[in-house]
T-cell receptor, first 111, second 113 residues
């Protein structure tokens, strides 16, 4: 059974204080690992897809990395507008486009 | 590109009535769409996979007679919550994929009184 575990569940940062969110996974044949951002009362917004170990992708203050067991979402010098829940999901090779989600990390950035 | 819409964005209904939620892919065709529900401070829970032109595939524990899914075209899937009860109150979100990435709609908040 595919499993995704995100840590920490919640993270409070001061503006400018860089940190990382973790996503550990077990999956039968990883097809892709996805990061989404979700604001309260809204649907998840796509951020990144990572396909193979060693791959990295960046977007503004966010950088996602992937190993064979986990992915990290690094947030550099965060701003209050980065406050959101960040969701990690995996797609198995034999599951079509179906995603298995982690529990999410609620990030709060204080000014 | 890859925009998914949902309608309505929120709905309040009386217990025992049925509610229909629409999910549309606006700029691509989707043979498969997914329906999720989300409780406060929890992650997304997959309810069912909606397949264009065929029956939906429901996850274990999801009542197919209560949550009716119709995927009549390549851009539209509907979820009908039949005989809704207060415990059905939740945030319902759909997603669709032009390729392997799922793009999510804005969600529908359902409140059953």
């Amino acid at each position: 059974e595919d499993q995704v575990t995100q840590s920490p569940e919640a993270l409070r940062l001061q503006e400018g204080e860089s940190s990382s969110l973790n996503c550990s996974y077990t999956v039968s044949g990883l097809r892709g690992l996805f990061w989404y951002r979700q604001d309260p009362g809204k649907g998840p917004e796509f951020l990144f897809t990572l396909y193979s170990a060693g791959e990295e992708k960046e977007k503004e203050r966010l950088k996602a990395t992937l190993t064979k067991k986990e992915s990290f979402l690094h947030i550099t010098a965060p701003k209050p507008e980065d406050s959101a829940t960040y969701l990690c999901a995996v797609q198995a090779g034999n599951a079509g486009n179906m995603l298995t989600f982690g529990g999410g990390t609620r990030l709060m950035v204080k000014p | 590109g890859a925009v998914v819409s949902q309608h309505p964005s929120w709905v309040i209904c009386k217990s025992g009535t049925s509610v229909k939620i629409e999910c549309r892919s606006l700029d691509f065709q989707a043979t498969t769409m997914f329906w999720y529900r989300q409780f406060p401070k929890q992650s997304l829970m997959l309810m069912a996979t909606s397949n264009e032109g065929s029956k939906a595939t429901y996850e274990q524990g999801v009542e197919k007679d209560k949550f009716l899914i119709n995927h009549a075209s390549l851009t539209l899937s509907t979820l009908t919550v039949t005989s809704a009860h207060p415990e059905d109150s939740s945030f319902y979100i759909c997603s669709a994929s032009p390729q392997e990435t799922q793009y999510f709609g804005p969600g529908t908040r359902l409140l059953v009184l």
